[in-house]
């Protein structure tokens, strides 16, 4: 869907992004984070073809960004971290001037911004004021704003910025929902757990550069180059730690009082052959798992301990 190669955006001297490269499947929840500065809002501008990059190319479904503006602009749906409203349209009046602009078919506006505020959980809002909605529900309508022109991409830039609890949980289920229906998402956010939890795949941006990219799981493995697998049995924890140092694809066997941790450099076949030799050895087993990783560590070992 999304492919980046050797972006370059330059200020003077200043390089904000530096021979960037990217690549986001077709479907996915794409999350993008970096340090402040990093390169990540300059990136998805040049995305949506609101800044022109230095060198390099992207391409949308195989669209050159530069060569095809128009054609990016039916693809592609933006959501920028600072946007402005309307204050004195009504929500359903904002989304009509904005569908308008897409040339929207008079007659078939009423139907697709009906649907568009059900999506976005802002049907009850339908005659009120936009100066009168929350802050989330003012971000739920950019989103539903960005959706006019049923993109296949969209690029949501801090989406949950500022957001209270409750209202990025809302924001979270609606970029779920957005995913069943077929849409690309790439979504940049300060808040790493959350991303961690939704997102199919993580870009981690630092100096310009792409630092690591992939699931939490994938980076996590080549950042420590092992797995680590939680175990936990209802009895029989020596037998269990014995079974375990010997096996040879085990390395570090770490003991607490109910359960232990061990590092792990095989494949699933070798995985699973260890939980079966427990079992055999009846060793009653209550959890055996891989120990998902942390985004937030991760982020600062990638990028060195920088701020996001």
């Known amino acids: 869907m999304l492919e980046i190669k050797g972006l370059v955006k330059r200020y003077g001297r200043f390089t904000a992004v530096d021979g960037l490269d990217l690549s986001v499947a077709d479907g996915s929840i794409y999350g993008f984070v970096g340090p402040n500065g990093a390169g990540k809002t300059t990136t998805m501008k040049i995305m949506a073809g609101l800044m022109s990059a230095t060198a390099g190319s992207v391409q949308i479904d195989g669209v050159d960004v530069t060569d095809s503006p128009r054609i990016l602009r039916r693809k592609m749906g933006y959501m920028p971290d600072f946007f402005g409203v309307y204050d004195n349209l009504k929500v359903k009046e904002y989304m009509d001037f904005y569908a ?4 929207i078919p008079y007659d078939k506006r009423p ?3 009906d649907s568009l505020l059900d999506i976005v959980d802002l049907s009850d809002k339908r005659e009120a004021y936009v100066d009168s909605l929350s802050r989330g529900m003012k971000q739920r309508l950019c ?3 960005s959706m006019v022109h049923d993109p296949e991409l969209l690029i ?3 989406p949950a910025s500022g957001l209270d609890p409750r209202a990025r949980v809302e924001m979270k289920e609606v970029l779920k929902q957005l995913q069943t229906m077929g849409k690309t998402i790439v979504i940049s956010s300060h808040i790493l757990p959350e ?4 997102c199919t795949e993580i870009g981690i941006i630092d ?3 792409l630092a690591a990219q992939g699931s939490v799981q994938e980076i996590m493995r080549k950042l420590t180059h092992k797995r680590v697998i939680y175990v936990r049995p209802a009895e029989q924890m020596e037998t269990m730690l014995r079974l375990l140092k010997e096996q040879p694809c085990v390395g570090h066997v770490t003991e607490n009082t109910l359960d232990a941790e061990f590092t792990f450099d095989g494949d699933d ?3 699973s052959d260890i939980l079966k030799k ?3 050895a009846d060793v009653p087993i209550l959890a055996f798992k891989e120990k998902e990783g942390n985004l937030e560590e991760i982020f600062m070992q990638v990028t060195g301990g920088n701020a996001v």
Not at 100 to 103: A, E, I, K
Request: proline share 0%; net charge positive; charged share 25%.
């Open 207 to 209: 100096k310009g550069r």
């Open 143 to 145: 989103l539903a704003r």
């Open 278 to 280: 427990l079992v055999m």
């Open 156 to 158: 949501l830039d801090e």
């Open 195 to 198: 991303l961690a939890e939704m």
């Open 111 to 113: 139907a697709l911004i």
């Open 269 to 271: 076949r070798a995985l």
């Open 100 to 103: 308008g602009t897409y040339h």
